[in-house]
């Protein structure tokens, strides 16, 4: 019964709409209507500028952070069973990331969940967390368009959990593997708009408003 009531607490924190908060109480405007009417900071900082955007990822970030590190202090890895907490703290770290995605506060609607799990994946495995954020800034410094470069950072993630363990004699959780996949799958399903323009040739690069 802890266990559920610890996951419907964090899935609550990763409902916490801080793009829309900033939006409403720092930019006077509902973000919502704005832009693409994403609540994520590539919207934010597209509609009101460079650091409202910065502060939206810091708080998406952070809450993802927070969800896998409370997991970890209430439920630590012992030495009989590691594998099954590992993945009890990457399926709290989901929890949190489609709390973003799946707002109970927009009523089931949010974000895409790029900035949340970035900041689960510091926590979780920061050695994947790092090759995910090379392998975003590695497309967006080509290309500069911040979703294609969420979708291929997405598109390697789970690969990553069976490199980065192979790569440092470590032992691959195959479960973990499976969980990112099923995830990464879901939110290349949330850029599938961006992905259309993408083929479009009409997907608009990252600049910052200078407006607000």
Known sequence: MFQIGFFILIF???SIPFGLLISRYWLKIDIRMQGSGNIGMTNVMRVGGKWPGIVTF????????????TA???FPVS?????????????AGITVVCGHVFSVFLSFKGGKGISTLFGVLAILQLNVG????????GMYLWKRISSLSAITMLAVLPWLFLLVPWVQDGRTVWSMFFIFLLLSSLLIYKHRENIQRLLKGQEGQLKPSKNL
């Open 130 to 137: 790092i090759c995910a954020a090379l392998a975003w800034a």
């Open 12 to 14: 609550l924190l990763g």
């Open 79 to 91: 030495e009989s069973e590691p594998e099954t907490q590992l993945i009890f703290h990457s399926l």
């Open 58 to 69: 810091v708080l998406d970030f952070g809450k993802g952070s927070l969800g896998v590190l």
């Open 72 to 74: 970890q202090i209430l």
